[in-house]
């Protein structure tokens, strides 16, 4: 069935450094795609936003990269700080509902 | 400033026994959904609704009911808590337009013994 997945379970950067979430998604119908930041014992926290018709969207210190071409998302975030830490999850829209992937767990070392 | 609010934030009950999670967001958005959070399956649609007197079944909605009787409110009902129901369960709200970011609550933990 259609899915959505992330590459990596955990992630360990060091502070100061730039660190790469992946996502890979399967249904090529989907047309919007949202990262979100989950601290421990909160709710998702939207970041940022991407729609099909891009391949490239940036925020604060955040830059969300679409490739439709091998159906794969990516979250790059510059110069990553300690309270980067949390689970970062990757979710595409399909048919106006969100399909949410397993989630990334991002560890800041300083 | 706009938020959602969920209650309780903590709770336990007994197998067999009703419970029921609140939901107030003050958005004043016309989608609200609810999904639970569970290690190993990440975030499950339980229920939605896209308006007053709407709602919509997920992709795990068996055991689980909802109301929409005005903008601001969904809660959700266990109508017989069950052992596989424990769970962290989020709230959620979006504008109507069609895809548009969800605002989440901090959820709600439940257990169920």
């Known amino acids: 069935g259609e899915s959505v997945g992330l590459h990596l379970p955990t992630l360990s950067v060091q502070e100061g450094d730039n660190s790469i979430i992946n996502c890979a998604y399967s249904?090529?119908?989907?047309?919007?795609f949202i990262w979100y930041k989950q601290e421990s014992g909160k709710g998702p926290q939207f970041i940022i936003d991407?729609?099909?018709?891009?391949d490239k969207r940036q925020g604060q210190r955040v830059t969300v990269l679409l490739n439709k071409t091998v159906k794969h998302l990516s979250l790059q975030i510059a110069a990553t700080q300690p309270g980067d830490s949390a689970v970062y999850f990757c979710?595409?829209?399909?048919?106006?509902?969100?399909?949410f992937g397993q989630g990334t767990e991002l560890s800041v070392k300083p | 400033d706009a938020e959602i609010t969920q209650s309780p934030r903590h709770k336990i009950t007994e197998t067999g026994r009703q419970v029921t999670l609140a939901c107030h967001q003050t958005?004043?958005?016309?989608?609200m959904f609810w999904y639970r959070q569970d290690l190993g399956h990440g975030l499950r649609l339980i229920h939605y609704?896209?308006?007053?007197?709407?709602?919509n079944k997920g992709e795990v909605s068996d055991g689980y009911s909802v109301s929409r009787s005005n903008t601001e409110d969904l809660p959700l009902t266990l109508e017989s808590a069950a052992s596989s129901q424990t769970s962290v369960y989020f709230c959620?709200?979006?504008?109507?337009?069609?895809?548009?970011?969800?605002?989440f609550g901090n959820g709600t933990r439940l257990t169920v013994t």
């Open positions: 959620a709200s979006s504008l109507s337009s069609y895809n548009s970011p969800l605002h």
């Open positions: 249904n090529s119908a989907s047309d919007y």
């Open positions: 991407i729609r099909s018709n891009m």
């Open positions: 979710a595409e829209s399909q048919g106006g509902k969100l399909i």
């Open positions: 958005w004043n958005h016309n989608n």
């Open positions: 609704s896209y308006g007053v007197q709407d709602t």
